[in-house]
């Protein structure tokens, strides 16, 4: 492992308050823009710093008169990103209050009662529920007193209280619960002071240079949430807040790109970029192409934190005019702990996402798509052989090129899981976040650099013969071996791998589970007798298949195989002695 960095640390006797107080003292400064899109059309609304810091401040009092203190959970039930969920953002600073997101894309009442509960909410700030929703919701929380956002006295004066320390929490922000109920994740003070310095050390601003974030994604996502919170500890900060994503979005980033004063950010995923390419092939753009891509070439676009392949690479090099600026990270790391950094030539850039795309580790293919460089010294990152503490190689790191467990470490990361000691003890080891569960490789980059790359994401790695391999890797090869040489269609069928330790101590069994569908399922026998035995020639020494079952291969809502079910499944066949 690399050698420990001391953490950075906010300056002695400080509080998270003065940050805010100071971002706040110019009331004449511009502040917040917020756009609503209807019909077509676009509102605008606008707040000095002056005019959102009276806001916050009656928002922190009308806590304070429900019984909030230091410490008190808040769950934020908003519609849409609306400038009264940032009011009440900063308004917890002002009183120690803590905001607890809800997903109002995704979240049904049960999700949202289940939130409120675990966090131990007793106020619900809401607004665009409707009454019929809020009885709902009222009957399953009847502990839970509602404040509608838009219901309380615009009051000047002071904060409520001395406001929270640098380990209070700061937010909860729930993950997407792909694997089952959410986990809160809890966000200290000091997780978002690093976030903001990582930030500025990332775009080398100086402390009096003029910024503008333009907000598009929802604000219970951790990107919104790290971005918004920079801007309100920032002086001099402007944000532009877009209630939801619409074809409208490029007019209103466009007329912000016009009209910046200095830098202008904005986070977006790869299928913003997907949007913008099927508007231009449909001719339905909002706007003139010469005036967009003017527009998006004085933009920085952070990519992330899913993988950039070639097809968004080239979109956005034809778009904005030189790579895209990938990050990474996740809810636990408060947003980034690694991107494309910002002093490498284009060329250099591109050249780097190449090397990952061709990149091979002991002669088999294992490509890789790059996400930058960690943000030392406030976020560091490694590639680790292993991260279970029970299993050879933990903690031990990868060679340059070779696939392993990505990890960081830094003052960005979350204080713990709400509820669930078990759990925020599983994820840190020895001072390493473990729990990213993605895999990847570094190599030397062009300048000497640490360049990090991405393999795959919610999978593992099949440990054997002293190297790592992603499943995906290995179900990718295997599953063109039911195409190519049975010459079953791909949608016929699912293939999934895991790694199990069925014949040793210390290397995993390629384990195999086959769903056939209907119309495959005649082709059972002929794959059980003779599966194995064709895949062994076929395919890399990595990936040839141990044992082989047939049976479903279980998934959650969005489709992403559940390992750790796949895993306990094929564990109980194998006793049975149901596989081949």
Same mark, same amino acid.
């Given at each position: 492992?690399?050698?420990?960095?001391?953490?950075?640390?906010?300056? &002695?006797?400080?509080?998270?308050?003065?940050?805010?107080?100071?971002?706040?003292?110019? +009331?004449?400064?511009?502040?917040?823009?917020?756009?609503?899109?209807?019909?077509?059309?676009?509102?605008?609304?606008?707040?000095?710093?002056?005019?959102? !810091?009276?806001?916050?401040?009656?928002?922190?009092? &009308?806590?304070?008169?429900?019984?909030?203190?230091?410490?008190?959970?808040?769950?934020?039930?908003?519609?849409?990103?609306?400038?009264?969920?940032?009011?009440?953002?900063?308004?917890?600073?002002?009183?120690?209050?803590?905001?607890?997101?809800?997903?109002?894309?995704?979240?049904?009442?049960?999700?949202?009662?289940?939130?409120?509960?675990?966090?131990?909410?007793?106020?619900?700030?809401?607004?665009?529920?409707?009454?019929?929703?809020?009885?709902?919701?009222?009957?399953?929380?009847?502990?839970?007193?509602?404040?509608?956002?838009?219901?309380?006295?615009?009051?000047?004066?002071?904060?409520?209280?001395?406001? *929270?320390?640098?380990? $209070?929490?700061?937010?909860?922000?729930?993950? /997407?619960?792909?694997?089952?109920?959410?986990?809160?994740?809890?966000?200290?003070?000091?997780?978002?002071?690093?976030?903001?310095?990582?930030?500025?050390?990332?775009?080398?601003?100086?402390?009096?240079?003029?910024? $503008?974030?333009?907000?598009?994604?929802?604000?219970?996502?951790?990107?919104?949430?790290?971005?918004?919170?920079?801007?309100?500890?920032?002086?001099?900060?402007?944000?532009?807040?877009?209630?939801?994503?619409?074809?409208?979005?490029?007019?209103?980033?466009?007329?912000?790109?016009?009209?910046?004063?200095?830098?202008?950010?904005?986070?977006?995923?790869?299928?913003?970029?997907?949007?913008?390419?099927?508007?231009?092939?449909?001719?339905?753009?909002?706007?003139?192409?010469?005036?967009?891509? +003017?527009?998006?070439?004085?933009?920085?676009?952070?990519?992330?934190?899913?993988?950039?392949?070639?097809?968004?690479? !080239? !979109?956005?090099?034809?778009?904005?005019?030189?790579? *895209?600026?990938?990050?990474?990270?996740?809810?636990?790391?408060?947003?980034?702990?690694?991107?494309?950094?910002?002093?490498?030539?284009?060329?250099?850039?591109?050249?780097?996402? =190449?090397?990952?795309?061709?990149?091979?580790?002991?002669?088999?293919?294992?490509?890789?798509?790059?996400?930058?460089?960690?943000? /030392?010294?406030?976020?560091?990152?490694?590639?680790?052989?292993?991260?279970? *503490?029970?299993?050879?190689?933990?903690?031990?790191?990868?060679?340059?090129?070779?696939?392993?467990?990505?990890?960081?470490?830094?003052?960005?990361?979350?204080?713990?899981?709400?509820?669930?000691?078990?759990?925020?003890? =599983?994820?840190?080891?020895?001072?390493?976040?473990?729990?990213?569960?993605?895999?990847?490789?570094?190599?030397?980059?062009?300048?000497?650099?640490?360049?990090?790359?991405?393999?795959?994401?919610?999978?593992?790695?099949?440990?054997?013969?002293?190297?790592?391999?992603?499943?995906?890797?290995?179900?990718?090869?295997?599953?063109?071996?039911?195409?190519?040489?049975?010459?079953?269609?791909? $949608?016929?069928?699912?293939?999934?791998?895991?790694?199990?330790?069925?014949?040793?101590?210390?290397?995993?069994?390629?384990?195999?589970?086959?769903?056939?569908?209907? =119309?495959?399922?005649?082709?059972?026998?002929?794959?059980?007798?003779?599966?194995?035995?064709?895949?062994?020639?076929?395919?890399?020494?990595?990936? !040839?298949?141990?044992?082989?079952?047939?049976?479903?291969?279980?998934?959650?809502?969005?489709?992403?195989?559940?390992?750790?079910?796949?895993?306990?499944?094929?564990?109980?066949?194998?006793?049975?002695?149901?596989?081949?």
């Amino acid at each position: 492992m690399q050698d420990q960095t001391p953490m950075i640390l906010p300056p &002695a006797g400080s509080r998270p308050l003065e940050e805010y107080e100071t971002a706040f003292a110019r +009331r004449e400064d511009p502040f917040l823009v917020h756009y609503t899109l209807a019909g077509g059309g676009i509102g605008k609304w606008a707040w000095t710093r002056g005019q959102f !810091r009276d806001l916050a401040v009656g928002a922190a009092a &009308a806590l304070a008169r429900l019984g909030a203190i230091r410490g008190s959970r808040v769950l934020h039930l908003f519609a849409a990103n609306s400038p009264r969920d940032l009011a009440f953002r900063l308004a917890a600073v002002l009183a120690g209050t803590v905001p607890v997101t809800v997903n109002w894309q995704a979240d049904d009442l049960e999700r949202i009662a289940y939130k409120a509960r675990v966090t131990e909410a007793r106020i619900v700030v809401h607004e665009g529920q409707g009454p019929e929703r809020l009885a709902a919701l009222s009957s399953l929380l009847p502990d839970a007193v509602f404040l509608d956002a838009a219901d309380f006295g615009h009051e000047d004066g002071a904060p409520v209280s001395a406001g *929270p320390a640098w380990e $209070d929490e700061r937010i909860i922000i729930f993950t /997407s619960g792909t694997t089952g109920l959410p986990k809160g994740v809890r966000l200290s003070h000091r997780s978002y002071w690093t976030n903001r310095l990582t930030f500025e050390d990332y775009f080398s601003l100086g402390a009096e240079d003029p910024l $503008d974030l333009v907000l598009v994604n929802p604000l219970h996502h951790a990107n919104s949430s790290a971005m918004s919170d920079w801007g309100l500890r920032r002086p001099g900060a402007v944000i532009h807040l877009v209630s939801r994503y619409g074809t409208a979005f490029w007019r209103i980033l466009t007329k912000a790109a016009e009209g910046r004063r200095g830098r202008l950010v904005t986070a977006l995923v790869a299928r913003h970029i997907d949007f913008l390419e099927d508007m231009d092939r449909e001719g339905t753009l909002p706007l003139e192409k010469d005036r967009l891509e +003017r527009a998006l070439r004085n933009t920085e676009i952070l990519i992330g934190s899913a993988p950039v392949g070639p097809t968004t690479v !080239r !979109r956005i090099l034809h778009w904005c005019g030189r790579p *895209p600026r990938v990050r990474f990270g996740s809810t636990e790391t408060c947003l980034q702990v690694a991107a494309i950094p910002g002093t490498l030539a284009p060329e250099a850039v591109v050249n780097a996402f =190449e090397r990952g795309w061709k990149h091979e580790h002991r002669g088999e293919r294992a490509e890789g798509y790059y996400i930058g460089r960690d943000h /030392s010294p406030f976020t560091e990152m490694d590639v680790v052989r292993v991260v279970d *503490p029970d299993r050879e190689g933990y903690l031990v790191p990868c060679a340059a090129g070779e696939p392993g467990y990505l990890v960081t470490r830094g003052g960005n990361l979350m204080s713990g899981y709400v509820g669930d000691e078990e759990a925020t003890r =599983e994820v840190f080891r020895e001072g390493w976040y473990t729990g990213l569960r993605d895999i990847g490789f570094r190599l030397e980059g062009s300048d000497g650099g640490r360049d990090l790359y991405w393999m795959a994401r919610d999978s593992a790695l099949l440990i054997r013969g002293g190297a790592n391999y992603a499943y995906d890797q290995v179900a990718a090869e295997l599953s063109a071996v039911l195409t190519d040489r049975f010459g079953l269609p791909a $949608d016929s069928f699912r293939l999934a791998v895991v790694g199990l330790r069925l014949q040793s101590e210390h290397e995993d069994s390629c384990c195999v589970t086959i769903e056939l569908k209907p =119309e495959a399922e005649g082709r059972r026998d002929e794959l059980a007798r003779s599966f194995r035995e064709v895949a062994k020639k076929s395919v890399s020494k990595g990936s !040839r298949p141990d044992f082989v079952r047939f049976a479903p291969v279980p998934l959650n809502f969005k489709g992403a195989i559940l390992v750790p079910e796949l895993k306990k499944a094929f564990s109980e066949a194998w006793k049975a002695g149901e596989v081949a």
